[in-house]
């Protein structure tokens, strides 16, 4: 069964950096493109970003860009998501995602087209 983990979460304070991790297991992780999302209390699931199969292109939601970073290791199974300059908004579940990439676009928004979810991590961002 595939799994999933992420890590990395915690209670920081704003300005601060915090890198969640992700790892993978029953799956073949080149295949999967790579997704965070975020989910905040009351609200609706966000996409947060993106990265295709190989690395080399990456996707993010207009409310991270230039404070997020995704990367992934296709040798460790593992995708990660530096977060800096952290802000009380973004406080939030995050979760990792997996989606079948092979024979389809790069990176994608859409929680929808995602196959794999992990069980999420939480951020609490103190001002």
């Known amino acids: 069964q595939v799994q999933l983990v992420e890590s990395g979460g915690g209670l920081v304070q704003a300005g601060d950096s915090l890198r969640l991790s992700c790892a993978a297991s029953k799956l073949t992780f080149s295949s999967y493109s790579m997704g965070w999302f975020r989910q905040a209390p009351g609200k609706e699931r966000e996409f947060v970003a993106a990265?295709?199969?190989?690395?080399?292109?990456?996707s993010y939601g207009d409310s991270v860009k230039g404070r997020f970073t995704i990367s992934r290791d296709n040798a460790k199974n593992t995708v990660g998501l530096q977060i800096n300059s952290l802000k009380p908004e973004d406080t939030a579940e995050y979760y990792c995602?997996?989606?079948?990439?092979?024979?389809?676009?790069?990176?994608?928004?859409?929680?929808?087209?995602?196959?794999?979810w992990g069980q999420g991590t939480r951020v609490t961002v103190s001002s």
């Open positions: 995602a997996a989606r079948y990439g092979v024979g389809r676009s790069s990176t994608s928004s859409s929680s929808f087209e995602y196959d794999y």
């Open positions: 990265i295709s199969r190989s690395g080399g292109m990456t």
